[in-house]
Each structure stands twice: as C-alpha cells, then as structure tokens.
C-alpha cells in the first residue's frame, strides 16, 4: 500500500484546509476587511469555527496519515534503490481503463485454458492494471513500433507453461499491430497446446519468428545408471544442459524462465533423482540441485551465446497464491491483494539472482516475483479449461504476463539507461 496521504483521493478536502489556512493568515495581516463590519462576538464566534474546523481537519490527517483506497493501486515493499535511479520492479499496480491491450478471444494463439473470460469468468476487472515504476514510466507497448524493431529478427522462449503463457501473450500483443491476420501462422500447422515440445509462430509480413521450447527443467533428462537403488526411476543431468539447447543459439532475443518444476512432488515423489557425471546424488536437496543446473545455463549462455547479437533474460519465479494448510486452495480475489504476505520472495529467485551475478557478462533478470504478489486476482481459478481442477499458479490472458513483456520490449527501445538489475 502507498505510504503517502493521497491527496488526488480527497480533493475535496484539500482546498478547504488550504481556504481556511489562507483565511487565517489573511487575518494575521489585516487584509480581510470584512472584519470591520463584524462585532467584537462574531468575530469570537468565526474565529472559533476556523478553529474548530482546523481541528478537524488535522485530526483526521492524525488518525488517517497512510489511507489509501484498496481500489486504486498496490505498492511492493521497499527495495534499496536511490532516489532518481528507476528499478522498473519497484512500484505499485495502478487501474487503468485503457486496458487490456487485446482481446484474447480474437488472438488465435491463446489457448482457451488461459482465457478467462471465455471461460465464465464474469468479471473484467483483473484486466484493468497497469504496473507503475516509482521514479519511471513504461512506455505504452507499441506493436507497430516493435514490430519493425523485430523486423527479421527470431525471438526464443524457453521454459516451462509459464514461459508458454509469456510466449503467447506477446503474439496476441503483436497481433494487434498486424493488418493480415492470416499472415501470422504456426510453423506445422499445430494447435497451441502443453503436450508439443516446440511452437513456431511466423509474422511473414515482418520475416519475424517467435518460437518456443518446452524445456521445464532446462538441463538433460537421463536414464536410470546401473545399480540405482529401485525408486530411482529417471535422473536429471545436472552437468549437462538440455539436448535442444542447439535450437535456442541461432537467436536475437532469448528469454528463460524455470523453477516450477523443481520441487519435492514433481522430482522425488516422481522418482526422479539428481546425477552429476556418472554420480548419482540421492541426497542432494532440490534448492542445491536448481543451483548447480543453473551454473551448467550460465556456462553455456557465456560459451555458446553471442551477446553482441543476442539479448537474454531470465525471469524470476512467480508468485503464485495457493492458500490452506497443505497449500491446495486456491481463492481468486476480485482485486489485487493489499499485502504480499511473503510471496514477494522466493528462494527460487534468489539463486537466479546469485547465478546470474556470477557471470562474467550477467544477463538481465527479469524479477518478476514482487510485482506478481499482489495479483491474487488474476490466477485461472476455476476458469481454465478444466474448471474441476482450481489453479492459482497460472495467470489469465491478457493479464500479468503482458507486463512482463511490456518490460522487455520497453527496455530493448530505451536509450534511457534503466536498470534491470
């Protein structure tokens, strides 16, 4: 929450005190005439309605120093950043009428799972946010503009559904800049959908392709090594980066995201265990594990990347809102939260970050996990494609990924030296 009394809020108070302030002070010098004509009582009795009124007013300002209206914006906590220096992470969630940016329903590559709306969701709210930086503004996404800077150009996603998610927002986003619907096509003809490795989305009005790659964990599923204990059912290769990683080179953008899979469930309770070379790790924790996989990404990108050509970013984890004691309930607000309630950190997030500092040439984080704290209200809930099935990981379209490409494409046109560090 805004820290500051909001003043915009309560115009209709702030002239008043501002009046009697004046009033009094035009009395203190003589100027107010009309006290000639006033007896000696009414003058006793105006000059004790100001002040009673003054009373008033800074009383209220005393008991209400921090109101703010819980419809109006959401603030992250504070981050260490100097006043003047804009850190595009740091801000608060603003409504804004003129959004969304697109129609999901009109954008042939959002999957009907992300569409809430088409999928019983009533309200429109959600919809309507738009992330402000303290001391900046992201410039309004421009698909025209983008458009002819990506002219020619091949833009790569790699990651996990939520990567899939940030890869389909921006196709609807660059849509709407496109005359020709019909000239933006998938490569192999295939429906958007979670099962397939790799989707090629082509703007041949532009020579632009926008691709991505299924790749959850990022580095090398591996067999089961000899004398495994039997609960060892396939291994992660820590050492060794995913076998695609090929595809992902010949690119001018790169973007990556991981760390939802990287848990206790989906690993061990799978069956899945960490192998290092020809050591398998049966004790290594996960946290260990995302860390070592991460130092095998960052080798690669300095051994096999040309920065000079290619953009890369990582983005942090994002917040999700499962609430409940064994963290299965999922209730979608209509608002975005008040408070972060601790979902503005995550250790996922802060190895990204330790890696990525490493590097002999960092990369740009995207740090996304404060901004997504507070938008309880924009998960798939129950208006997925499997209604059944309660989901507050994943985010509707349009909605909170279209910011993150906002800030992408923001920073690959400014000149404005903005920190993304």
Known sequence: MISEFDWATFGHFRPFCTKVLCFRERMAKGHCKILVFLSFDGLVGMISLISFLSAMAFGYMYLFPTFSPVNRSYEIPKSNVSNGTCDVFYGRWIHDESYPLYDSSRCP????????????????????????????????????????????????????????????????????????????????????????????????SFNLSIDFYRSVFLVQPGLVPRRAPKRVKSTLRLDKLDDISKEWINSDVLIFNSGHWWTRTKLFEMGCYFQVGNSLKLGMPVSTAFRRALETWAS???????????????????????????????????????????????????????????????????????????????????????????????????GVPDTWNEIIFSYLLSNSGVSFT
């Open 109 to 204: 590559f959002a999957e009907r799972g992300f569409n809430c709306l088409a999928n019983g969701r009533k309200d429109s709210d959600y919809t309507k946010w738009r992330w402000k930086p303290q001391n900046c503004d992201i410039p309004r996404f421009s698909a025209g503009a983008i458009l002819e800077k990506l002219r020619g150009k091949r833009v790569v996603f790699v990651g996990d559904s939520l990567g899939r998610t940030q890869w389909e927002s921006l196709i609807c986003l660059l849509m709407t800049g496109v005359e020709d619907k019909k000239s933006v096509y998938e490569v192999n003809g295939h429906e958007i959908t979670k099962q397939i490795m790799f989707l090629g989305v082509r703007f041949s």
């Open 300 to 398: 690669w990108v300095e051994t096999m990347i040309d920065r000079n050509r290619t953009s890369v970013f990582f983005r942090t984890f994002e917040s999700s809102h499962w609430s409940g004691r064994n963290r299965n309930s999922c209730k979608v607000s209509k608002r975005p939260s008040s408070r972060s309630h601790g979902r503005d950190r995550s250790l996922i997030s802060d190895i990204i970050i330790k890696v990525v500092k490493k590097m002999t040439d960092p990369v740009t984080v995207l740090h996304v996990t404060p901004m997504g704290a507070f938008r309880s209200d924009a998960h798939l809930g129950t208006w997925s494609d499997h209604p059944s099935v309660p989901d507050c990981s994943h985010w509707c379209l349009p």
